[in-house]
């Protein structure tokens, strides 16, 4: 059998390393843009409890209520991480601030010791929108005084309360998932 010559087994060899790599490469970029819709920052964090105050306002405390109620369902919490009290001290202080309109796209804030809750923001066409229920947007906002950051903008984390605040898609609530890695980014205090 005649072999074939070299130029023709290098292209081969070309050819063959081309169509390796463009079957080997989708699977690399999808497994590495399947991140976590779930994820803390960096830092490990000490605490027992956290004091949030709404202010006086009836329609802000049933809010607030429910947004704790939410975090209470996960596993740890109180426990694992800090739990949100409205009556008593707490390592930490946290005011919540309701306004009735945003100065951009975002329906809630988190800076420092502050949390601000939008009733209004502005869409990508720039048209005035009704944010989520106060309640929606402050469980979100918690899950940043408990170290959890923005889901990726991914259709499968749309669901997840540290999704972005969508108003077509899913409801969001507390995923296990970040019950979990708020429980693993807290220190027990003693």
């Known amino acids: 059998m005649k072999e074939a010559p070299r130029t023709l087994r290098l292209r081969s060899c070309g050819f063959a390393l081309v169509l390796g790599l463009f079957l080997i490469l989708p699977a690399?970029?999808?497994?590495?843009?399947?991140?976590?819709?779930?994820?803390?920052?960096d830092s490990?964090?000490?605490?027992?409890?956290?004091?949030?105050?709404?202010?006086?306002?009836?329609?802000?405390?049933?809010?607030?209520?429910?947004?704790?109620?939410?975090?209470?369902?996960?596993?740890?919490?109180?426990q694992a991480f800090p739990s949100f009290v409205t009556d008593a001290e707490g390592f930490r202080t946290v005011q919540i601030d309701f306004r009735d309109q945003s100065h951009g796209s975002v329906c809630g804030?988190?800076?420092?010791?502050?949390?601000?809750?939008?009733?209004w923001a502005f869409n990508a066409l720039g048209r005035r929108v009704h944010c989520a229920p106060p309640s929606t947007t402050l469980?979100?906002?918690?899950?940043?005084?408990?170290?959890?950051?923005?889901?990726?903008?991914?259709?499968r984390c749309e669901s997840f309360i540290m999704a972005a605040d969508n108003l077509y898609g899913p409801a969001r609530e507390i995923d296990s998932s970040e019950c979990a890695q708020v429980a693993a980014h807290w220190k027990a205090a003693d």
């Open 44 to 78: 490990v964090a000490i605490g027992k409890s956290v004091r949030v105050d709404a202010g006086s306002a009836q329609a802000h405390q049933r809010a607030l209520a429910a947004a704790i109620q939410q975090w209470a369902r996960c596993p740890g919490y109180g």
């Open 109 to 119: 804030e988190f800076s420092r010791n502050t949390i601000t809750v939008y009733a």
């Open 139 to 155: 469980t979100h906002e918690l899950g940043h005084v408990l170290g959890l950051l923005d889901a990726p903008r991914e259709a």
């Open 28 to 41: 690399t970029v999808a497994s590495t843009s399947t991140t976590q819709c779930a994820t803390v920052r």
